[in-house]
């Protein structure tokens, strides 16, 4: 088969140049790999998702699901036939996109296509639909879905442990593989259609966790999105599952992460800091995750229904008629009702057995209150699904044969499949609904049933309403599911009481209709102001907000497999070369260099930090050069510093963030910053031992210029939330005092005010020009945030008088990571490797003593 994108070419071939009216075939917009070239704005095509023809300027979005939104069956010829699935989710929330975004869907089809008739079925959805689908093989498709997904993490997800082969089934490496290499695919279809630069992606729910790692490694600019539609569990469920690391680091390859509600949110950045060790900040309102440059940003926002569809299906003839049936079949009956999927999670058998409560515990309620429970299709299998049926089965005929009479059935179980409309004609009708899962996502039940609840003036006709009264609806929802916060008006229940689900079921049928009313309308403002548009709309902008620096980022891919993460960085930073700055540093003769000790001279994960004997070697070798000032700046106190650098006597050092300082080796320590007295010390120091009684795994720091509560053993997200706490606290109490409040890498620190590792560069780029020494090389070297103060001083004095106008400023972080230096070396090997080589260049000069005394300046912390 010769494609249409494919003929195209030949035109190109023959000479003809491709024209873009209706009689011509349009050239493809996009063609970023070897493969299909899709002809995505083809003019001629009559595509029922493309009201108006695409140009190059307009925004696109690709959105990837598992199922494609669209319904397959084979027309009376034998040949394939598609139509929009309108109850599709993928499908509603284009309303939100705008007119002006093109749309793109990537998944697979429901129906199995025999592989001969692939190429044909695949152009046109794409000519016709802008689909893309994701032919899996069945065998294939079966360990993902039915193995992987359903089996490990839907039950995962929804608070079930594999405790035993019954309950979830043990971790099966095969099936996790599967569920890799589909997400290849998928990741391969969406390689087909994308811009790179221009078009965002979106990825939906858990059967795509690790395809935005696929992606990332592509495009490392690729502008991604996705979205979580079922729960995401506390990190005592989720750090069961054998494959924890790689799903957490596979949705941080994405640009923005979305959730249905704020517990969901939690349990996943409480899983990234227990796991990987990450921390999250809230910027004006938006939550952002920090992880290797870029920022990940954490929506929260649960999903509406499609109001329209739900409205114009009030409107069918065949709605009004079923609901006139109903109502002649409950007449004289209050009817409750229920919809669930048949799965272990819905709890309907405990809505049963709280029915089974009601009757017994208020006889007056029977014959007037029916239970009708519509049991949809379990999507998974397994014998746990045989067993809800058969307990569903055997609990409704046992409340039936106990409380029923002639005429009257309490519970009317309907487990065949209904047609939307008829199950809209059982929302209209019921004065009641009732949502008890014991584990659910969102769950729109409610808002379906509210919006019905609203009805239109035929079926107020047809139910005998007056249309000038008030709307009445009542919810009964278990406070386990997403979308019980949002419906602040409804019954929240443990469906796990079932005591509690009686009375709350009473409570619905016994309030008064003023009260009632109330709650409807209250519901309805919400649920019709956050519909499906409006969550698509504002996760669109979110997206694009998110993705707004990454033009002006440079890029780097890191890590193998599934490790893989992006690293993104400011264009101008670059990795430090050795031969450039020992060229700088041979032809230039005031030299000012100042080092951070720990994660600098030594590595920060070293059981001894105390400095071994290469590194004192090198400090040594520098010192003896007269041309430099050396300088070690330092959060240890004096007196640790003193005994450590003992043999170093031309080196200088800076204590306590530079609170202290000692030019050299011979001369006293001095103060930077003048402290009149260190009473807020009493005040600060029992709060302190306030919250480290209370904190396991932390302590106090004493120092003679400052306080240290540092909780680096402690539980990362108590210790985390005690942290924030008592850096309120101390803010509070210590608000008129001459002193700075400042959280950093698991410590909370009270220090005097002006104490920083900048006054060090300050004060040592000021004593030089004093000497007549004006720098005119300036290397600093540090590894965190308490030493991007010194990188922002000797930078901002490139443009003042303290430096010559030739200096060369060389401000090198330890690591590729976000930071006002301009320059990174990868590890403290690298460091010594790059300061011998200054130092090595030094040696032709020691024979000639300087009267100048060396000085080099290191920070510890």
Known sequence: MVSRSYSNLLDLASGDSPTFGREKKRFPRVATLPGVLSELDDETSNSVGSEAPSSISQERMIIVGNQLPLRAYRSANGEWCFNWDEDSLLLQLKDGLGEDVEVIYVGCIKEEIDPSEQDDVAQTLLETFKCVPAFIPP???????????????WPLFHYMLPLSPDLGGRFDRSLWQAYVSVNKIFADKVMEVISPEDDFVWVHDYHLMVLPTFLRKRFNRVKLGYFLHSPFPSSEIYRTLPVREELLRALLNSDLIGFHTFDYARHFLSCCSRMLGLSYQSKRGYIGLEYYGRTVSIKILPVGIHIGQLQSVLNQSETEAKVAELRDQFRGQTVMLGVDDMDIFKGISLKLLAMEQLLMQHPDKRGEVVLVQIANPARGRGRDVQEVQSETHATVKRINHIFGRPGYKPVVLIDNPLQFYERIAYYVIAECCLVTAVRDGMNLIPYEYIICRQGNEKLDETLGLSPLNPKKSMLVVSEFIGCSPSLSGAIRVNPWNIDSVAEAMDSALILSEAEKQLRHEKHYRYVSTHDVAYWAHSFLQDLERA???HVRRRCWGIGFGLGFRVIALDPNFRKLSVEHIVSAYKRTKNRAILLDYDGTMMSSGSISTNPNTEAVGILNSLCRDPKNVVFLVSGKDRKTL?????????????AEHGYFVRPSQNEDWETCVSVPD??????AEPVMQLYTE???????ETK???LVWNYQYADPDFGFCQAKELLDHLESVLANEPVSVKSGQHIVEVKPQGVNKGLVAECLLKTMQQKGMLPDFVLCIGDDRSDEDMFEVIMSAKEGPSLSPVAEVFACTVGRKPSKAKYYLDDTTDILRMLQGLANASEP???NISQVSPRVVLDRE
Do not use: M, N, P
Not at 645 to 653: A, D, P, Q, T, V
Not at 678 to 683: E, I, N, R, S, Y
């Open 678 to 683: 260190f009473d807020w010390k009493q005040v």
């Open 547 to 549: 993705c707004r620096d």
């Open 704 to 706: 003679e210029s400052a």
């Open 845 to 847: 000069t020691h024979r």
């Open 139 to 153: 065998e294939l498709f079966s360990k993902f879905y039915h193995g992987f997904c359903k089996q490990h993490l």
């Open 694 to 700: 209370t904190t396991d795994g932390s302590a106090i």
């Open 642 to 654: 003193t005994e450590w650098f003992s043999s170093c006597e031309k080196l200088g050092l800076a």
